[in-house]
């Protein structure tokens, strides 16, 4: 419990969800696209059809049918691998404390984008790592900054990457960056964390392979997440690895909590094979690219000159840098909330070592469109009057 700390960002998002406050903080998807009645007819098709089955205990690395066709989609993303390569998570977080339970011992280094996904430090940090955080830039992980890096940290285990749509930056790795990574880690010999539960919602350009279709040493683990393609609620992900590494995932899994809920699994299964949900993804994309095009034309509209924004071509954020020196969470506090009723996430705490104030991480994802308009148009005004004073 040392290293388990709560986080500023409690504070911040109950703030966020006080109704009067246009809260662009919250990573939620939104949920008037989860397909309700969809998911109803096969939550009720798996009981009335195969009830005991569905509501039974079954094998801990997770329904064989849904790893099965997991496996499949997987090969059409050029990942060539079977059910026995596969695990279901309780979402794809339940992956990030698994693999850090396998791999980690006190003080063994993770290397990660510098900034990351909170989530995942707040997984690894209870097996008390140290970090090694690699610079980034519009093409992801900078891989001259990550060489130095391993170069610098002999014996390190497992770099961390959110390769597509980045969690916070919506940033997406290069196809070279790509391969380059999976030949640093053969080079020196640790495991890669592939964590991409935004990679289907692309909103431009082709879908560049994920790093695991370049692994040929069986040293990359994919992890995977129903949250954001169908509802976060079901609590389902997966992860794609080696055999091997899979079975001792799974020994993990079944000490920490036996299984997914078998009836979920079902359900999901089901609507896999009775439904698009190909065709569910186009729509539900669509629909949020229409979102980040509004909410950066916007910004576009009204920030003032000297503030950055990420262009992200997927996923539910953008990344805002604001000149050096800005503090992000004390405007916050002290003119976003009370005088424009916005919120975002300030970005220091996406920072694993250094904690740089001067960004914020804005999500489009939950809001409707005249909530973007309107909450962005009245932060712009604020950040510009100050600006002029
Ligand atoms: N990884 C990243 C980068 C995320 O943004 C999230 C969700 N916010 C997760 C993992 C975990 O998602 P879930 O457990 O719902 O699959």
Redesign the pocket.
């Known amino acids: 419990m040392s290293q388990v700390k709560p986080s500023a960002i409690r504070e911040l998002l109950r703030l966020g969800a006080d109704p009067s406050i246009m809260s662009f903080g919250g990573?939620y998807p939104d949920a008037s696209l989860f397909p309700l009645e969809q998911l109803e007819a096969v939550f009720r098709a798996s009981i009335a059809g195969n009830g005991r089955e569905a509501l039974q205990y079954t094998v801990s690395n997770g329904s064989p049918k849904l790893r099965e066709q997991i496996a499949t989609r997987m090969a059409r993303d050029g990942i060539a691998c079977g059910a026995d390569n596969v695990l279901i998570l309780?979402?794809?977080?339940?992956g990030?404390d698994l693999v850090a339970k396998m791999l980690v011992d006190k003080g063994d280094v993770i290397v990660t984008e510098n900034p990351t996904?909170l989530?995942?430090l707040i997984a690894f940090n209870p097996c008390e790592p140290r970090y090694a955080a690699v610079r980034m830039d519009d093409d992801g992980m900078d891989m001259d900054d990550l060489e130095r890096t391993l170069e610098r940290s002999p014996g390190a285990k497992l770099i961390y990457t959110?390769p597509d749509f980045?969690?916070p930056t919506g940033v997406t790795l290069s196809l070279e960056r790509r391969k380059k990574l999976v030949e640093l880690a053969n080079r020196f010999d640790l495991v890669v964390l592939e964590?991409t539960?935004?990679r289907e919602i692309r909103y431009q350009g082709e879908p560049i392979p994920p790093i695991k279709s370049f692994d040929t040493e069986g040293r990359v683990i994919y992890?995977g997440?129903?949250?954001k393609i169908l509802a976060?609620g079901l609590?389902l992900?997966w992860a794609v690895a080696s055999e091997e590494l899979i079975q001792q995932l799974g020994l993990l899994k079944l000490a920490a909590d036996t299984q997914c809920s078998t009836l979920n699994m079902a359900a999901v299964s089901l609507f896999l094979e009775k439904y698009d949900i190909d065709a569910h993804i186009a729509s539900i994309r669509q629909i949020y690219r229409h979102k980040k095009d509004l909410m950066l034309d916007t910004i576009r509209r009204t920030f003032p000159q000297d503030v950055a924004f990420t262009e992200p071509s997927g996923g539910l954020f953008t990344w805002l840098t604001f000149p050096e020196g800005f503090d992000t969470a004390r405007f916050m506090a002290d003119h976003a909330l009370p005088e424009a009723k916005v919120a975002y996430v300030p970005g220091a705490t996406f920072f694993p070592l250094e904690q740089e104030v001067n960004h914020a991480r804005v999500s489009y994802s939950t809001q409707t469109d005249e909530v973007i308009v309107q909450g962005i148009t009245a932060l712009g005004k604020l950040l510009t009057a100050r600006r002029n004073a």
């Open positions: 990573g309780q979402g794809g977080q339940q990030l996904f989530g995942a959110v980045q969690n964590d539960p935004y992890l997440s129903f949250s976060p609590r992900g």
